[in-house]
């Protein structure tokens, strides 16, 4: 993890001196395997990051995402490849497809709470003034930004994909936490700020496990020990 960001860091330099293109193809960061343990972050805490996400309409894509996750649990990648046609606002629901599963016998129905209703809402509303706007079932919520593809084939290009989903806001949300104050905190910490919630809600462990999908074995044994 450090490595990555070290040369991470370098790539920047790179790309500024118009150097980096001679090593981008040659070039793939370590694997690494992050902790399904967080930091839960407080309610307060969010609030304070709703006020400083204001100031700045480039970290919406990523605020919004923050809400939805604080309050549903949701991965990060599981919002970025939401589709217009899987949110039922008027329901407070939005249905969550698995990737390789050949029917809708998989999915899962997550229940929207007030917060989360409006942070689908002004993703939706959002995504309706891109251009060209996503405002079709089939469309992205969070449709991919052409004009920051670097290389390859669709380098050059401007506006919005809505048929590609937004793939990254680590930058945006490193630099939203860091001017919010928080410090390290991961976007996956937000499913464990949800779950964390619910458990010292009282919410039974197998209730809370069919709104967020599988949970490992070691995060079971973590929030067992938070409940007891």
Request: proline fraction near 4%; charged fraction near 25%.
């Amino acid at each position: 993890w450090s490595i990555n960001k070290e040369v991470l860091l370098w790539s920047m330099i790179l790309r500024k001196a118009k150097l980096w293109r001679r090593l981008a193809d040659d070039y793939r960061p370590l694997k690494t395997k992050a902790s399904d343990i967080g930091k839960a972050i407080t309610r307060d805490e969010l609030r304070h990051l709703a006020e400083v996400a204001a100031k700045d309409v480039d970290w919406e894509a990523a605020f919004y995402g923050s809400v939805l996750a604080a309050n549903t649990g949701l991965r990060g990648g599981e919002i970025k490849k939401l589709r217009i046609g899987e949110i039922d606002l008027e329901h407070r629901q939005l249905r969550i497809r698995r990737a390789d599963a050949k029917s809708d016998a998989s999915a899962r129905t997550v229940e929207l709470n007030a917060d989360a209703t409006e942070a689908a809402a002004r993703l939706l509303m959002r995504a309706a003034s891109l251009k060209p706007p996503a405002n079709k079932p089939a469309h992205f919520l969070m449709p991919k930004h052409l004009s920051r593809i670097a290389h390859g084939p669709h380098k050059g290009e401007r506006g919005y994909d809505p048929t590609q989903h937004q793939a990254y806001w680590d930058t945006a949300w490193a630099t939203l936490t860091e001017k919010a104050g928080l410090g390290d905190y991961r976007f996956y910490d937000l499913r464990h700020t949800f779950i964390s919630h619910m458990v010292e809600k009282g919410i039974p462990l197998g209730l809370i496990q069919g709104m967020v999908g599988h949970v490992s074995s070691r995060m079971l044994l973590h929030y067992t020990h938070i409940t007891s």
